[in-house]
């Protein structure tokens, strides 16, 4: 048998692209969901403790972060080298954490669920725990996690 040919060379068909657009909408809106932004500057740098007996937090969405430790190197010669109180991206005093607690609580959708972790430096005094222990309980945050890393 022979092969009829007309003299012309066969092309090559158009790759078909209409569904890239959809592929291109679905691994954009898979990294939207994974993704997750730092939402608070440190101006702060802490060490947290060691420990032993560690749990994982359930519910991180009803969690509030105080931050406790000298300021960062950039901050330090602004605001000295004493232990600092941050709370979001602004430092504060102990009794400025009442006002965070109600304005975090006031975000939440489960209020009772809020917990209040604390994550100070290793060598912060606990003076200063025991002052944001005191305004915590003042404004009723009775959920008190201190963050640790786990001892070898």
């Known amino acids: 048998m022979s092969r009829f040919n007309n003299g012309k060379e066969r092309e ?11 592929l291109i909408f679905t691994i954009l809106f898979f990294f939207m969901i994974v993704t ?32 406790v430790g000298p300021p960062t190197d950039q901050l330090r010669q602004a605001m000295g080298s004493g ?8 430092f504060a005093e102990p009794r400025e954490v009442m006002d965070f607690i109600a304005q975090e609580r006031s975000t939440m959708v ?7 972790s604390i994550k ?5 005094q606990m003076g200063i725990i ?5 305004v915590l309980r003042k404004s009723w945050a009775l959920k008190i996690n201190y963050s640790a890393t786990k001892r070898n």
């Open 12 to 22: 090559m068909p158009e790759l078909n692209t209409s569904s890239l657009p959809d």
């Open 36 to 67: 997750t932004m730092r939402e608070v500057t440190l101006k702060v740098k802490f060490t947290v403790p060691s420990g032993t007996e560690l749990e994982k937090l359930e519910k991180k969405s009803a969690v509030s972060f105080i931050y």
């Open 83 to 90: 232990t600092r109180i941050q709370l979001n991206d602004k």
């Open 110 to 116: 489960d209020q009772t669920a809020q917990t209040v």
């Open 120 to 124: 100070a430096d290793e060598k912060t």
């Open 130 to 134: 025991t002052d944001i222990k005191q």
